[in-house]
């Protein structure tokens, strides 16, 4: 038998072993429903802490259900995590999960691919399906990857090992599609990858669509990123003019809603948070000059959403302004860290960014989110979520609506809260103390 | 009475008058609509030609069905045109249908605005309600109108008339919506206008969407515009990285469109055409300065599309390139110089501009299109349709795609034309003799 005969035969008889590489926000879920399937995975973190937390049945991410968790990892024990990497040699499929930031330059940092690749190439038997699921520049899997893997195991790809891309279009917080029912990009380097790729896949995926090679699947995920960069880039830049005119652009944007055609309505906001639509962009851009090539429409769309945390910063001193206050000296209050309304995730969160540049300026900043309890911004600031309260809202000179967390009782906020500043069209009643993006 | 009481009482009657100024796309559609629904129309045309089209029954637009058109004028005798803006005097409501394009420094031209306020401050009698349909900049009706109709006829807005802005969301060869069935964004300057536009519009439009301000409704059509040219330009741009990058990008798209949640898909091309796309942003970025304000965003867009057809120039001049033939000489036929498939509009359209620039090398430029049988380019150009046969396509060096009318049959060109240049995706098949975009 060959190795893709074999392994083919193992997945039919579901004996095979998948190893996740990184077990976050994307890993974590993929893990769980290979584990729910009946299949056995190997979950490679390099934090010993969340693999504890794993192994003993503890979940940590928002769209797991904690006796899913528990149940695959305690009562059917599908589910490990180890921290030890040479246990790859066990595993039929290696999954890669891994971050892909920006460095401080805001250049791609690609040191968790690259180490997930020398960790395979060290560890992994013949005959391994590896797929890479971290968005990345098209290119990365062919160019990047595959040298690195071939050097460092010794093996030569399409013979002994099959690399494939296949994108993670994770939405956290999205009630309706998660993991299982979100179709699923992937694009191998050979057919038999691409054969091997889909019967894996396919246990933990409801439907896969091929594309012919793995830059196309690289591309696909950066487009639907760089979509909605732009489109909010588009509508923060339209707010802010809108401000000035008088114009309030929410309801612009719930008017051109009613056009049945050729619309897709984007709302404006403090800035862009999370892992993916602030970042991604930004790795088309780099290899773009690789090419010669200046991609001008995602470079105004990264300038914009910069310079949003500024604009608010200037919103608030504003509204400070007409009542008389300096910045310098006053209480002011952030209503949500989240990057996006009802997660506990704050990473890239415009709102951390405002509140350093609001704290640099001498104003005295705190908090409320009900689900982080507390944070560290960029600037190395630290602060500790407030409790709500009456008081609380009253010692502020302005509340700043950073997150639109549906918790939120708007009627309790303005009853006690002199200002407001409300970037999310959360008090849509015309209210003198409201000043709106 | 009041004239506000007199004109809807008129109005539930089914006994008032309607003027639609401006017979064109949006125009005619919308007259053929009221007098459909029994209401008395009169169009008002500065060309004799169209006004007398008109009355005999002889439709020239291609999304009404001829013999509608006849029926209401002929038979019903409910809808007349006239080139006699004095006889505005017996309409109750005068809706601005007339073109708002840009000059030739890419501004806005305002006259036919302007000109239609002046004819209608000269002619309407006391309580007349007016409605703007034609994309222009935030503002206009109630700081570029209002004054002009106020002067010229001594009358008081909300006593004597009524201004709304109501914009116009035509979309040429759609099947599925057109004016009675898309819903009608609306915004008076008064109460009283907004009651009495809604009794007017609702005979002619399924649903009217009321907004607070005309300056909302404004905003609302550059909008809906501003989007669909950012995301073309978007994708022009990543379409061209994609070339130099061996990504098919349409492939990609194709790819994309599966993610079922915050995605919409928009094709490259060889630039925007239209009455709308390419024009309407630049009205918003026109009254942005007088802001104080930049949009980066359409200024990006904007140059991505006034360059897309020197690309297109370059396609064709790197695929006979291959074949060690210069465009100097070359035999170069385009297909399609309709703006968008199967219809009869070149108004904007990209392909003349590469045709003029082929033109201008040397190329010795020919066409064919079903639905135009001659042209005039920006530079003066004139061409006639020449029949798509066996010999047109073996005599031409080269075969370029501008246009994907589905009439195309692209076996028969693929057959003959020994060099494509595909710039709309027609030709899916892999072949050596096609270039893509």
Not at 162 to 190: C, I, Q
Not at 327 to 348: T, W
Request: hydrophobic share 40%; with cysteine.
């Amino acid at each position: 038998m060959t190795p893709k005969q074999s392994l083919l035969k193992k997945i039919s008889n579901n004996t095979e072993v998948i190893g996740i590489i990184g077990l976050g926000y994307v890993g974590l879920p993929l893990a769980v429903n290979f584990a729910e399937a009946g299949i056995q995975v190997i979950g490679f973190e390099k934090s010993k802490e969340k693999a504890e937390l794993v192994n003993s049945g503890k979940n940590y991410i928002g769209d797991i259900r904690d006796a899913v968790l528990r149940e695959v990892v305690v009562e059917k024990l599908k589910l490990e995590a180890t921290t030890d990497f040479s246990r790859m040699k066990e595993c039929d499929a290696l999954i890669i999960c891994v971050p892909t930031p920006l460095d401080k330059f805001r250049k791609p940092d690609m040191s968790y691919i690259e180490s997930a690749c020398i960790d395979i190439g060290c560890n992994m038997k013949t005959g391994t399906f590896i797929s890479l699921e971290s968005t990345t520049y098209p290119t990365t899997t062919e160019n990047f990857m595959l040298p690195i893997i071939e050097k460092e195991s010794g093996m030569k790809h399409g013979d002994d090992f099959w690399l494939a891309y296949s994108p993670e279009r994770v939405d956290p917080g999205n009630k309706e599609f998660h993991t299982r029912n979100t179709p699923k990009v992937m694009g191998a380097m050979t057919e038999d990858g691409m054969e091997i790729g889909e019967a894996i896949y396919t246990k933990a995926i409801d439907s896969i669509y091929k594309v012919s090679s793995p830059r196309i699947a690289e591309m696909v995920k950066i487009l639907e990123n760089t979509y909605r960069l732009v489109n909010i880039s588009l509508i923060n830049e339209l707010a802010l003019l809108s401000g000035k005119m008088d114009i309030n652009i929410w309801e612009v944007i719930d008017a051109a809603k009613t056009k049945p055609f050729g619309f897709q309505a984007f709302y404006p906001g403090p800035g862009i948070g999370g892992h993916c639509i602030p970042l991604d962009p930004f790795y088309l851009e780099h290899i773009a000059k690789q090419y010669d090539f200046d991609l001008s429409m995602i470079h105004s769309a990264g300038h914009i959403n910069m310079r949003m945390p500024h604009y608010m910063y200037i919103k608030i001193s504003t509204a400070l302004n007409s009542q008389q206050k300096a910045v310098n000296g006053s209480n002011i209050l952030f209503l949500g860290v989240a990057y996006k309304p009802n997660i506990d995730d704050a990473r890239e969160s415009p709102a951390l960014e405002i509140m350093d540049i609001t704290a640099h300026k001498g104003g005295l900043v705190s908090y409320h989110d009900p689900f982080i309890p507390n944070v560290k911004t960029n600037k190395g600031r630290t602060f500790n979520s407030l409790e709500l309260s009456k008081e609380t809202l009253q010692n502020a000179d302005c509340v700043v609506l950073t997150t639109n967390h549906k918790d939120f009782d708007t009627e309790f906020i303005k009853e006690y809260a002199s200002l407001i500043v409300d970037l999310r069209n959360m008090i849509t009643d015309g209210n003198e103390q409201v000043v709106k993006l």
